[in-house]
């Protein structure tokens, strides 16, 4: 299996949509920008969002094992997607770049 390299590459905050439909939540998202994860295969970096998990898992899940190619070319990349996480308030979006080199596991 190919090692996955996921990089925080945009983050946003709706504070009217949080202001207005949220309860206050002290520790959302601890991510930042520019921040690198790499996934040993499919496993989920260590530190990595939970629920940013589920929204990219099968995009990694997918590389890890040689694939490719999403949507029939959507990326220039074919080795690669770019995904955000599935929260309404505060999405942050996530590079997904299978590596040359297979995973240690």
Known sequence: MKRIK????????????????????????????????????????????????????????TLAHGGGDFYDGWMKNKKSAMISCNDGFRPVSFLIEALDEDART
């Open 6 to 61: 996921i990089t925080v590459m945009r983050m946003a905050r709706y504070a009217d949509l949080m202001e207005k439909y949220e309860n206050p939540i002290e520790h959302a998202c601890s991510m930042s920008l520019g921040q690198v994860f790499i996934a040993e295969g499919w496993q989920k970096p260590q530190g990595f969002c939970d629920s940013a998990w589920d929204s990219v898992s099968p995009f990694v899940m």
